[in-house]
């Protein structure tokens, strides 16, 4: 059974890089099947896509965060990161990593679908 | 960017009844090439990651209850719990991916009257 852990730091101080590591555990992060993830959810509000990575590197992200993100792909480790700079209070959520699903036609330019399974999340505070 | 919105922000049921949850697209997420709808439902209990209940806005994932089902077309879509059992207390999101940036709804709140 696939599961996905985050981890990484719980505090980063204003103005500084958010770097977090999801560690993939029964399953290949190789596959050509599906994409990988980040999604935050800020304390009691809703759910937002951060971007997501194929196998191969290529990235997607969402273009209110694409200026400070970078999710980068390690299949050697099984693992994938994510980097988040010039942080605000704003950015302070429980962040997840997940598997999306490849579909077949996709949105314009990706075949990112449904996420499944998702990480049990960590919180991340930004405050000095 | 498509936009997600749901009806109500909350609703408590009673056990056994039906709640009904409705989330509306600002765009149609039906790909006229395959005929699907690029729309997913969650629930989230509290202190848990979302789970996956539903996927092409009716396809039911592989081990959920069949008391969950999901429908609806092109704007409008709705997720439907025909007996609310005490373990379905939980928050409800919809998420569209027909278009990035991917987009979730705010989530709609169950609980038991």
């Known amino acids: 059974q696939l599961q996905l852990q985050e981890s990484g730091p719980g505090l980063v101080k204003p103005s500084e890089t958010l770097s977090l590591t999801c560690t993939v555990s029964g399953g290949s992060i190789s596959s050509s099947d599906y994409y990988w993830g980040w999604m935050r959810q800020p304390p009691g509000k809703g759910l937002e896509w951060i971007g997501s990575?194929?196998?191969?590197?290529?990235?997607y992200y969402n273009p209110s965060l694409k200026s400070r993100v970078s999710i980068s792909i390690d299949t050697s480790k099984n693992q994938f990161s994510l980097k988040l700079n010039s942080v605000t209070a704003a950015d302070t959520a429980v962040y997840y990593c997940?598997?999306?699903?490849?579909?077949?036609?996709?949105?314009?330019?990706?075949?990112?679908?449904?996420?499944?399974?998702w990480g049990q999340g960590t919180l991340v505070t930004v405050s000095s | 960017d498509i936009v997600l919105t749901q009806s109500p922000d909350s609703l408590a049921v009673s056990l056994g009844e039906r709640a009904t949850i409705n989330c509306k697209s600002s765009q149609s997420v039906l790909h006229s090439s395959n005929n699907k709808n690029y729309l997913a439902w969650y629930q989230q209990k509290p202190g848990q990651p979302p789970k996956l209940l539903i996927y092409?806005?009716?396809t039911r994932e592989s081990g959920v209850p069949d008391r969950f089902s999901g429908s609806g077309s092109g704007t409008d879509f709705t997720l439907t719990i025909s007996s609310l059992q005490a373990e379905d207390v939980a928050v409800y999101h919809c998420?569209?991916?027909?278009?990035?940036?991917?987009?979730f709804g705010p989530g709609t709140k169950v609980d038991i009257k």
């Open positions: 990575i194929y196998y191969s590197g290529t990235t």
């Open positions: 092409w806005a009716s």
């Open positions: 998420h569209q991916y027909y278009s990035s940036p991917f987009t």
């Open positions: 997940a598997r999306p699903i490849v579909v077949v036609p996709g949105a314009l330019g990706n075949r990112i679908g449904w996420f499944d399974p």
